[in-house]
């Protein structure tokens, strides 16, 4: 413990480094949590446009994953990626004012649900297009390394993703110029119905990090501090200069693929397989890991201010106002474009 | 002053902005090895990982560009042959041209990507494409279509300095055209078309290589009384509308000249552009001559008389006098 330490430890008061680390991940995955089954609620009563891919069940990972980073590393996440921001230690406000297409909204109304992304804690933005984060990721690795700082980027994808060219592609390069990146597969089982088994011919993803000359491992992910453990060991090499690492939690979302009643029906998966996985709730588990370092009575705490934060995230959303439509033209270039009437020349 | 090729330019550009600014970059397939021309001596002045030869993976590449661009490089992409953006156009579109919007302007992607359209030179429908048109359509990304060595390389620096995706569309058939470059710094603005021969009686709007072909057609038209205003727009994206809405105003013809297929393309942008916005000035119909909307065959016999020249030019223009 206590390789990275990306946030305040000051205001933890009379506790120790670990201490103050493991309630801080325990703060975070309350966050995660909550924020989801907020935005569950929203969804449900009609007040988020489009679509929600929660990822309530994955928190351990998530959590555990993003705190090995520094505050000023880098981190790339994808459609199921309200909670990597909050890992990473986005605050919740402007979150949520985002997923209710808010003007004070992280991406101001711009990105939504799918889009989350808190450039000012690194969050480089999420891509909805499946995989298409992983060469995003290995670049913004590429810019660090050739600007001689020695941030490392945390690179989520799913099971899913890894099918798509980018995974390897991206694999490929980030081994061949050792880049300082670390890929997080998120293998949850499932890619929207399609179990792993039947897009994948290998159960691990990690075996094919072989192929590229890259060490992987696998971890439980619904024990954050596994997670954390691995990905630290993956960031220091990162660090180092060592190169890249392949990380694959084997996690569960609890929830369908997205909200909405599109997937009530479906028999992908069965009652039973859910509830296995839910008695190895990443939050539970973590509860009990905890009960030897830290008094039931401070996660009891933590636990009421997270439902706070969350309330206020809420209000923060409900009160802030729409944006103006003329917003609905602004941030398309930065440069602007101004056309120029034309020269004379003889060509 | 100096006599260069299109392709010395383009090297020039890239040079001087590589010594100027260390934030910018070269990569792609072979960049280092100089195989295409445009890279030759970089290797040794700014070493392998500013000149950084890429596998084979154009998707893969682009997006990481596009990353590097997110945390403050300045990344100059070589597709080498045009058709090859294909395999990037997802990182194009969906993450170069949507990031700045998407993220509500938390970032924005300063990168350029350089394509050549290696067409009429018997290289068949797979390596032939002149596809800056598609590009159009997607918000967000600039497009850019030089048709001398001045512009290639006032374009190019124009782009490496500009805080968004370029794409710049070479014409292969025109690298080894020369052309005079001034010895001192110069960049060329963005949406600033160049009246490349003045006239009165039509407008005659060209895009890349048949820029030149527009001018030869004018100069034989001229020696018959006829007196045509070629405009290179020089940029697609953003495009200078006031410059080809005045020129119309002056000549009330219109003929649009491109070497892109004919259905969605750039003449047809063009076109209807003016058809809504200088309609009441024409006084014939407007007029197209683009590449049919055809695949490009291998065989010289078959691909002659695909893309609209000098002759082919010269005839529209008198019809639509005519008219
Ligand atoms: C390129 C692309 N194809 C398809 C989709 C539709 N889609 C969205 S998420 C998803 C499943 C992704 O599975 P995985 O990578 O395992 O992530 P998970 O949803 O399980 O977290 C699919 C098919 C998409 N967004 N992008
Ligand atoms: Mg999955």
Aim: proline letters at 4%; one cysteine or more.
């Amino acid at each position: 413990m206590c390789a990275a330490v990306n946030f305040d430890i000051s205001v933890w008061g009379g506790m120790s480094v670990d201490q103050s680390l493991l309630l801080e991940m325990y703060r975070r995955m309350g966050l995660v949590r909550q924020f989801d089954e907020a935005v569950q609620k929203l969804f449900n009563s009609g007040r988020i446009p489009g679509s929600a891919h929660l990822s309530i069940g994955q928190e351990g990972e998530v959590v555990g994953a993003c705190m090995a980073l520094r505050e000023d590393d880098y981190m790339v996440g994808n459609h199921r990626s309200h909670g990597h921001p909050i890992g990473k230690g986005a605050g919740v406000n402007a979150l949520m004012a985002e997923i209710l297409g808010k003007s004070t909204g992280v991406n101001q109304g711009k990105g939504g649900s799918m889009h989350l992304a808190d450039f000012s804690v690194g969050s480089l933005g999420e891509s909805s297009i499946v995989g298409s984060g992983l060469p995003v990721a290995v670049g913004a690795a590429l810019g660090s390394q050739m600007q001689g700082n020695d941030r490392v980027t945390l690179c989520f994808f799913g099971d899913g993703a890894s099918n798509q060219g980018y995974f390897h592609e991206a694999m490929n390069m980030a081994a061949l110029w050792k880049l300082p990146v670390v890929f997080l597969c998120e293998n949850n089982g499932y890619g929207v119905t399609t179990p792993n088994n039947r897009a994948a011919a290998l159960e691990d993803i990690s075996a094919r990090a072989a192929g590229y000359g890259t060490p992987s491992s696998i971890v439980d992910g619904q024990q954050c501090l596994e997670v954390y453990d691995a990905v630290t060991e993956a960031v220091e090499r990162a660090r180092r200069g060592d190169g890249p690492t392949l990380v694959e939690a084997k996690t569960y979302r609890y929830h369908h693929h997205s909200e909405g009643p599109l997937y009530d029906n479906m028999t992908y998966r069965s009652d039973e397989e859910l509830a296995a996985w839910k008695l190895r709730d990443p939050l539970l588990l973590f509860r009990e890991q905890l009960a030897d370092s830290v008094a039931v009575a401070d996660l009891d705490r933590m636990d009421e201010q997270v439902k706070q934060d969350i309330a206020a995230a809420l209000e923060f959303a409900e009160q802030s106002p729409l944006p103006e439509p003329e917003e609905a033209y602004t941030h398309l270039y930065r440069t602007p474009v101004v056309v120029i009437e034309g020269e004379l020349s003889n060509g | 002053m100096a006599n260069i090729t299109f392709l010395e330019a383009v090297a020039q550009a890239q040079r001087e902005e590589m010594a100027r600014d260390e934030s910018v970059f070269l990569m792609g397939e072979d960049v280092s090895g100089n195989v295409y021309g445009s890279s030759g001596g970089l290797l040794d002045e700014f070493g392998p990982q500013r000149v950084l030869d890429t596998p084979i993976c154009e998707s893969g590449f682009t997006g990481v560009a596009i990353g590097a661009a997110m945390v403050g490089m300045r990344p100059i992409v070589d597709y080498t042959i045009a058709s090859f953006m294909y395999l990037a156009t997802d990182q194009l579109v969906s993450m170069a041209a949507k990031s700045s919007y998407m993220y509500g302007g938390q970032t924005h992607i300063p990168a350029v990507f350089r394509a050549a359209m290696f067409y009429n030179g018997g290289i068949a429908a797979q390596h032939s494409d002149r596809n800056y048109s598609m590009y159009m359509n997607v918000p967000g990304l600039k497009v850019v279509v030089p048709s001398n060595p001045y512009d290639a390389k006032g374009l190019l620096k124009t782009a490496i300095r500009d805080e968004d995706p370029v794409l710049i569309f070479e014409d292969g058939n025109l690298w080894g055209q020369k052309g005079e470059i001034p010895d001192e710094e110069y960049l060329l603005p963005f949406g600033q078309a160049n009246i490349c021969h003045a006239g009165s009686d039509v407008t005659i709007v060209a895009i890349a290589a048949r820029v030149g072909e527009s001018i030869k057609a004018a100069e034989a038209l001229a020696k018959e009384g006829i007196s045509a205003e070629v405009i290179d727009p020089r940029t697609l994206v953003p495009l200078d509308t006031a410059t080809i809405l005045e020129s119309v105003a002056k000549t009330g013809r219109l003929l649009v000249v491109d070497q892109g297929h004919r259905t969605c393309g750039a003449a047809g942008e063009i076109a209807a552009m003016v058809a809504e916005k200088g309609f009441w000035n024409l006084q014939a119909p407007i007029k197209r001559l683009t590449a049919p909307d055809m695949q490009i065959p291998f065989s010289s016999a078959l691909e002659r008389g695909f893309y609209p020249d000098a002759a082919m030019i010269a005839l529209a223009a008198r019809e639509l006098i005519e008219e």
